[in-house]
């Protein structure tokens, strides 16, 4: 219960945020729990009422990680990969994520997946390993918007625009919306991914907690919306 009041003061969720109150009690049960561990170290990694402290995230997950937290593994993997309080190393990266799909946690095969999706490479690989996922949970929207952006590198715009669709029906999410808007783009409809794109910054923006790849996001659609002004006949609201 200590554990859960610090997420929900971490989220502001029934209680005004508050990152000083959330690193108490996360401190307070980290020994015991692993979710206080996961949770300091997303504080850390964030910035969140601290100085931002990679090597200190790290410190953090790599705790949670050998008590067998798979979603920490995770993070890890990430974290390796973008080189955040460690050499960057995309192998160590993939291996963690390896280590999962061993183990059979599925959000793995979906995270290596998403990996080489988003690079571009490996994609009949990543779409083996999205087919699995899919196999286990056919309705978790990440998965199905994974699958859609494996297609949109494929070049197969309007097969990744269902799966977008299928996934935002599902959970009206910012990234598969910002995912859709970039299909249509590719589809030459810029009024829709406009729109698409703009919805999902106002959607982002709200969100109280601003992780770090939230704020990532941010830019990326304010620089699209500001390259394809030129190319929109109006700015619909």
């Known amino acids: 219960a200590q554990t859960q009041l610090g997420y929900l003061y971490l989220n502001g969720e029934g209680v005004e945020q508050d990152y000083v109150q959330s690193r108490k009690w996360f401190e307070k049960t980290s020994k015991h729990h692993v979710r206080a561990l996961i949770g300091l170290a997303i504080i850390y990694q964030n910035g969140f009422g601290v100085k931002k402290d990679y090597e200190q995230a790290i410190e953090f997950f790599q705790k949670a990680t050998k008590k067998g937290n798979q979603w920490a593994k ?18 160590k990266a993939i291996e963690l994520l390896q280590e999962g799909i061993a183990e059979n946690f599925i959000p793995a095969y979906n995270y290596l997946a998403w990996f080489w999706a988003e690079k571009g490479e490996n994609l009949d690989e990543a779409g083996r390993l999205i087919k699995q996922a899919l196999a286990k949970e ?32 599902i959970e009206s ?65």
């Open 138 to 169: 056919p309705n978790n929207p990440n998965y199905i918007d994974t699958l859609g952006w494996i297609l949109y590198q494929r070049g197969k715009y309007r097969e990744a625009v269902d799966q977008f669709n299928k996934a935002i029906k």
């Open 74 to 91: 995770l993070c890890l993997s990430g974290m390796y990969e973008k080189g955040q309080g460690v050499e960057k190393d995309e192998q």
């Open 173 to 237: 999410n910012f990234y598969f919306i910002n995912h859709l808007g970039d299909a249509f783009a590719k589809l030459g409809e810029t009024e829709k991914a406009r729109n698409r794109w703009r919805e999902a910054l106002e959607a982002v923006e709200k969100e109280i907690c601003q992780y770090e790849e939230y704020k990532e996001l941010i830019e990326k659609l304010r620089e699209k919306l500001k390259k394809t002004s030129a190319d929109s006949p109006m700015d619909s609201k």
